[in-house]
T-cell receptor
Framework: EAQVTQNPRYLITVTGKKLTVTCSQNMNHEYMSWYRQDPGLGLRQIYYSMNVEVTDKGDVPEGYKVSRKEKRNFPLILESPSPNQTSLYFC?????????????FGPGTRLLVL | AQSVTQLGSHVSVSEGALVLLRCNYSSSVPPYLFWYVQYPNQGLQLLLKYTSAATLVKGINGFEAEFKKSETSFHLTKPSAHMSDAAEYFCAVLSVSGGYQKVTFGTGTKLQVIP
């Protein structure tokens, strides 16, 4: 089954404790992206990647890191989480072709930073 | 910089009534436009997309949207609302420039369907 998976689905942590949210897709997509969703703000793009070893900042990259060492995986790293990073996070992937390809979304990771 | 504006964070309609969710965009390059739906506690699911073919785009579940370049709009409609349409809807614009893709979402519209 074609899908985007994220782990963990729910996470409670404390300020300053490094964490990683994993994202994996099995559709051989070049493009992958991370979003955070906050009430009243919609989805805001954190980082995206056009292909392996090619990443760029989205609209709200502060406090986050990403890496793309393999095509299928695109982990989101919070080196020192803070309460304002409490949010719902979505990973998405699509083909890279410049034809308005559909993004496929993971189920989301709900993060609470105390 | 591109932006997406969704008018109305909450919209209520009666079951069987017309659904109209508004989306206006600004983009410096020809855009690709999307509508996604999010049901409670779920991820986003594509409803429909505009990729410069027909200006009237038909999607799943009876939804459609019309791209109007002169109005920079991409409003979502459905002739007759069903209870199962209650969800949050997001409009998104994708611009491709210099080999990079930039996606911007609107802030979302929650649709309530009243029996």
């Amino acid at each position: 089954e074609a899908q985007v998976t994220q782990n963990p689905r729910y996470l409670i942590t404390v300020t300053g404790k490094k964490l990683t949210v994993t994202c994996s897709q099995n559709m051989n997509h070049e493009y992958m992206s991370w979003y955070r969703q906050d009430p009243g703000l919609g989805l805001r793009q954190i980082y995206y990647s056009m292909n392996v070893e090619v990443t760029d900042k989205g609209d709200v990259p502060e406090g986050y890191k990403v890496s793309r060492k393999e095509k299928r995986n695109f982990p989101l790293i919070l080196e020192s989480p803070s309460p304002n990073q409490t949010s719902l996070y979505f990973c998405a992937s699509s083909l890279e072709r410049a034809g308005g390809e559909t993004q496929y979304f993971g189920p989301g990771t709900r993060l609470l930073v105390l | 910089a591109q932006s997406v504006t969704q008018l109305g964070s909450h919209v209520s309609v009666s079951e069987g009534a017309l659904v109209l969710l508004r989306c206006n965009y600004s983009s410096s390059v020809p855009p690709y436009l999307f509508w996604y739906v999010q049901y409670p506690n779920q991820g986003l699911q594509l409803l429909l997309k505009y990729t410069s073919a027909a200006t009237l785009v038909k999607g799943i579940n009876g939804f459609e949207a019309e791209f109007k370049k002169s109005e920079t709009s991409f409003h979502l409609t459905k002739p007759s609302a069903h209870m199962s349409d209650a969800a949050e809807y997001f409009c998104a614009v994708l611009s491709v420039s210099g080999g990079y893709q930039k996606v911007t979402f609107g802030t979302g519209t929650k649709l309530q369907v009243i029996p």
